[in-house]
């Protein structure tokens, strides 16, 4: 297949660019943030496995998520694939229920400013906010950001593709996991 | 949450407002709190209109509906909130493929004779000698390994249970004998009894079934295309006897059922409404029951394990990892 030879991030702005592009392939936030926290959650994602609504965690992820600077943000949709949230200042913000997370976070909020500057072509700042801790952090899209969003990009490329996802391995959330069932049931 | 509602008075059931009322004929009003409804199991003669339907597809609520001969008559079943098509075309694709089916269906009858092993043993370290039927099922066990046909699966199934169902006449009192399964109608008691039990048991599964997006009519053990949702009826064969047949034995050993509680009429012996609420009553606290699962590390229900089974067999055939079907472990 062609496919192979193109670089997976080349692809993406392919297909992001244009919406007759041959091959198609879209990451969204949630995608970047699974790539980060667990592997085999990024594969599910990407088949559409339906998930445990009921699951308590969820809905407090969800329910935080939306309450938090209601009013002081606006959420863009771009493309149908990424829906960032900007502040007044027009910074884009992503939030977070607890600090366990924060690392998924980031790597979804450098996603939001990498797409908003190659596809879009506007250059944002970021912050990072944990409503629960009262903080908030700067974060900006530079050259060691930039490499980490590609390198994501082409780890997802690897994992979606594959017929089989990753093996389940323990980790601290997965108590708190939508699939935690689904992965240890055996 | 998960929680069926069995409704055996005549009347009929409606939208009201928010709320699904149900007016019997001496127009008695009821409300049922449809936020933690799985499922309705009608019982009796009840009339319902579209409305209602289409209500409780809205909040993604089963109704069963039970009729008199064989017990279940069908279900009306909401549609599913996630649709999978992705999980649909790994089902289509194992029951294709004549290794991976006769894999899955070896494995779900391993399951089922090690769940009625687990009946037997039970009672045999209860006083009763039940030592040669355990060698038969072992020796069903082995025979599992050489098959190389769903039929032959399917035949080891059936002189599993055979051998399995001579417990019946042993553990439970004289009124009640056994002397074999008969079906469509039962033509006695304790055929009344599994008849009604296994339905309820089936009618669990087709929920558990739809929580998962897995298409109920594509199955491995049994062939697809039956009148019923012939995955609910893999699945179920796991399941019977430890709901099925353990309430049962407690409810005729203990005496909450007795000859009363049944009406023959030619060749037919069917259970009576009070007998229905008294069965259904009991194998709804078994469902509620909990068990430490050792790999989910929390106490799970009865009724958990079936949604469980379904989450298991859809990863397996989504992932390729192993299935393992239930097998009772406490
Ligand atoms: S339960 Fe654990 S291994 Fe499974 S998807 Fe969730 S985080 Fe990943």
Known sequence: MAERDIDPVELLLESARSEAANASFHVTGVMMQYYEACERELWFESRNIEINRENPNVVRGTRVDDTAYGDQRQNLSIDGWIAPDMLDDGRIVEVKPSSSLIEPARLQLLYYLWYLDRVVGVKKDGVLAHPTERKRESVELNEEAIDKVESAIRGIYEIVRNDSPPSATEKSYCDSCAYHDFCWSC | ?330
């Open chain 2, 1 to 330: 949450m998960n929680d069926n509602y069995h409704i055996f008075s005549d009347g009929r059931i409606e939208r009201h407002n928010d709320t699904v009322r149900l007016v019997t004929e001496d127009d008695d009003k009821k409300y049922l709190p449809i936020e933690n409804a799985e499922a309705l199991y009608l019982h009796g003669q009840i009339d319902f209109n579209t409305r209602l339907v289409s209500f409780l597809n809205e909040h993604g609520i089963a109704m069963h509906v039970f009729g008199w001969n064989d017990y279940y008559s069908g279900s009306i079943m909401p549609e599913r909130g996630q649709t999978s098509g992705q999980t649909v075309v790994n089902q289509v694709q194992a029951y294709n493929d004549a290794t991976h089916r006769i894999k899955i269906a070896r494995e779900i009858v391993a399951g089922s004779i090690h769940n009625m092993r687990s009946n037997v043993t039970y009672y045999n370290n209860r006083g009763h000698e039940f030592s040669s039927i355990i060698t038969d099922l072992d020796r069903c066990q082995d025979e599992l390994a050489d098959t190389t046909a769903v039929d032959e699966v399917m035949g080891v199934e059936a002189s599993a249970r055979r051998a399995y169902y001579q417990i019946f006449d042993k553990v439970l009192p004289n009124g009640f004998v056994f002397n074999g399964r008969a079906y469509n109608p039962p033509d006695n008691k304790v055929n009344s009894l599994i008849s009604f039990g296994n339905s309820l048991v089936y009618a669990n599964i087709v929920s558990a079934i739809r929580a998962t997006a897995l298409d109920p009519t594509i199955s491995y053990l049994h062939e697809p295309g039956e009148r019923r949702y012939s995955l609910a009826l893999d699945l179920a064969d796991l399941f019977k006897p430890l709901l099925t047949d353990r309430v049962i034995f407690r409810l005729v050993n203990r005496r909450q059922l007795s000859v009363d509680d049944f009406e023959s009429e030619l060749n037919s012996c069917l259970l009576t409404e009070s007998g229905r609420k008294t069965f259904s009553k009991e194998l709804e606290q078994t469902l509620e029951e909990t068990v430490e699962h050792p790999e989910l590390n929390k106490k799970v229900s009865y009724q958990y394990l079936l949604r469980v089974e379904s989450y298991k067999l859809k990863k397996h055939l989504l992932t390729g990892e192993p299935y393992e079907a239930f097998k009772r472990w406490w």
